[in-house]
T-cell receptor
Framework: DTGVSQDPRHKITKRGQNVTFRCDPI?????LYWYRQTLGQGPEFLTY????????KSRLLSDRFSAERPKGSFSTLEIQRTEQGDSAMYLC???????????????FGPGTRLTVL | RKEVEQDPGPFNVPEGATVAFNCTYS??????FFWYRQDCRKEPKLLMS???SGNEDGRFTAQLNRASQYISLLIRDSKLSDSATYLC??????????FGAGTRLFVKA
């Protein structure tokens, strides 16, 4: 499977715990995005990497959230001291600066569904 | 006002019907537009990209009106399998893509 993969697919945690999600983009894609999606809403942009550089963070991304892409390949999203409001689907997407041209077609992974009790 | 707004839905149509979704965007700098299909509890899947005036792929036609800042998606001869949520998205030419809330479609036999 050469698509975007995410792990874990589901995570249930207690309020106050830390969680970490992983995303493996399509191998030749140099752009990687994290989104959050709640019921009845579209994906909301969280952060963006071009290669290993994190170029933008949404105001939605509080200090409890951190993302890394250390070698420009896979990325991790960590949420510290989780709150019930963090419950959502966390989606990762990737695109290619070259193949996608200026149009930035993004391809999504299956998501990690987080439930904070 | 949201940057990308879609018909609230849901749309309930019989098989074989033609259905149209509308989407408006507020950022006039938006350069490219996308329609994604999202099945329940699944990830969005890219359906069509719209760069110029429009795009057509089989039963699906997307049109762009830059002057009025809206895009539309037309589905002809709808099938039961077309039942899903359709997400509109706009990209300003950089990295940031803004999604609408989606419109739910139910196609019934």
């Amino acid at each position: 499977d050469t698509g975007v993969s995410q792990d874990p697919r589901h995570k249930i945690t207690k309020r106050g715990q830390n969680v970490t999600f992983r995303c493996d983009p399509i191998s030749e894609h140099n752009r990687l995005y994290w989104y959050r999606q709640t019921l009845g809403q579209g994906p909301e942009f969280l952060t963006y990497f071009q290669n290993e550089a994190q170029l933008e963070k949404s105001r939605l991304l509080s200090d409890r959230f951190s993302a890394e892409r250390p070698k420009g390949s896979f990325s991790t999203l960590e949420i510290q001291r989780t709150e019930q409001g963090d419950s959502a689907m966390y989606l990762c997407a990737s695109s290619s600066l070259l193949a996608g041209g200026p149009h930035n077609e993004q391809f999504f992974g299956p998501g990690t569904r987080l439930t904070v009790l | 006002r949201k940057e990308v707004e879609q018909d609230p839905g849901p749309f309930n149509v019989p098989e074989g019907a033609t259905v149209a979704f509308n989407c408006t965007y507020s950022n006039s700098a938006s350069q490219s537009f996308f329609w994604y299909r999202q099945d329940c509890r699944k990830e969005p899947k890219l359906l069509m990209s719209v760069y110029s005036s429009g795009n057509e792929d089989g039963r699906f036609t997307a049109q762009l009106n830059r002057a009025s800042q809206y895009i539309s998606l037309l589905i002809r001869d709808s099938k039961l399998s077309d039942s899903a949520t359709y997400l509109c998205a706009a990209n300003t030419g950089g990295f940031k893509t803004i999604f609408g809330a989606g419109t739910r479609l139910f196609v019934k036999a």
